[in-house]
């Protein structure tokens, strides 16, 4: 029996290596970072390190394990505090943290749309989306990617409660969703909105959402704190209601073992220095505006249209976007390769990730080193 499973193992390995998407793990090379999501550079950044030391220092008591899960020994009086901080934060009535994005994407939709619901969602949503919905019982039918006339028609011929599933911004391609006309579709059909401001937080301040739909009923924000934040979890935004519901009915919530106070310290801590951080946005969208005006799409590498961050050179073929990363690794600067099946096939790319920190020397260098390849 053993030799028989490692003889699976041996071979479904050596299936990703033939398909040129083996994955394995690396460590920080000391290259450029063009790759990373610490868009604001957060998790280095001195100053937060000393706000975190501080915060607790001031809480000598503070056990390092938070010992157990929110239901049983976990939940703190800190931790209440900073979900009541978190909902005022985002002007929504109440916020549940949860271990990771995965866990709140996942535990979401996994918990809350049932038989005989239907559940409409970007083609282009992460992966931890796809696995709430699979586990969910409801039926399930994507859209074409920021679609609203496709939208439409399949709100129309939805079943049962409908919940529409959407990035504000998405993570492959850094692109905006269409909130104001989704929004607007979702209140004519009665559908509850479930939006992923994972890649917003931070970068536009409290979210896309509070900036451009701020007076829209949405049932769900998720807020992740592991990327410009530079911290660790996730909380959901939403009703009392539904944050009673998620506690009662919510597995990856109810089972897993709560974050420690440290992580909730830096989440606070974190959000403290967020309101500081105007000289670093505009750093960083500078950047933005210098690379989009400096790269040049050509026919074996086309740029997809993106006002975020996260800037995407399409270079189809897992083989080809592998060699097209590596050259330009061999210059010092580290982006790292997209391959299928984590995006569709022939749409592999290089993914490059824009920081504060970068400079307009290092960016000139990667636009330039892109266009002679």
Not at 36 to 41: C, I, K, P, R, T
Not at 148 to 171: C, N, P, Q, R
Request: proline share 2%.
């Amino acid at each position: 029996m053993g030799n028989s499973i490692n003889s699976y193992l041996l071979s479904k390995l050596q299936q990703r290596k033939d398909s040129n998407n083996f994955r394995s793990l690396r460590v920080t090379n000391g290259l450029v970072d063009f790759y990373s999501n610490d868009y604001l550079g957060f998790a280095r950044d001195k100053n937060l390190h000393d706000k975190i030391q501080e915060e607790i220092n001031s809480h000598k008591g503070a056990a390092l394990g938070s010992t157990g899960s929110r239901l049983l020994s976990g939940n703190s009086e800190y931790a209440e505090a900073l979900e009541k901080f978190l909902a005022e934060f985002h002007e929504a009535e109440a916020a549940l943290i949860f271990n990771s994005g995965f866990d709140a994407n996942y535990g979401l939709l996994s918990t809350l749309p049932y038989r005989g619901d239907t559940i409409i969602y970007d083609e282009l949503v992460h992966a931890s989306f796809h696995d709430g919905i699979r586990n969910s019982k409801a039926n399930s039918v994507s859209f074409l990617h920021n679609n609203i006339a496709d939208l439409e028609g399949k709100l129309k011929s939805a079943t049962g409660l409908k919940y529409v599933v959407i990035e504000s911004i998405y993570s492959m391609d850094g692109d905006f969703a269409p909130l104001k006309q989704i929004a607007a579709l979702c209140e004519q059909y009665e559908a509850g909105l479930i939006i992923d401001e994972a890649h917003a937080t931070g970068v536009f301040g409290a979210g896309r959402v509070a900036e451009e739909i701020p007076d829209v009923n949405i049932l769900a924000r998720i807020h992740t704190f592991s990327k410009a934040l530079g911290a660790h979890g996730a909380v959901v935004l939403c009703a009392n209601e539904l944050k009673e519901f998620l506690v009662n009915y919510c597995r990856p919530f109810i089972y897993s073992t709560a974050l420690p106070f440290h992580s909730l310290a830096a989440i606070k801590c974190g959000y403290e220095l967020m309101n500081e951080a105007d000289k670093k946005r505009a750093a960083l969208f500078s950047l933005i505006e210098l690379f989009k005006k400096q790269i040049q799409s050509k026919e074996n590498a086309l740029l997809i249209t993106s006002n975020s961050p996260i800037q995407s050179v399409v270079i189809t073929g897992n083989k080809s976007v592998k060699e097209f990363a590596s050259k330009i690794q061999e210059q010092g600067l580290d982006v790292r390769p997209i391959l299928y099946p984590t995006v569709q096939k022939g749409k592999e790319r290089v993914r490059i990730c824009l920081h504060s920190f970068n400079t307009e020397t290092e960016v000139a260098k990667l636009t330039e080193t892109i266009n002679s390849l």
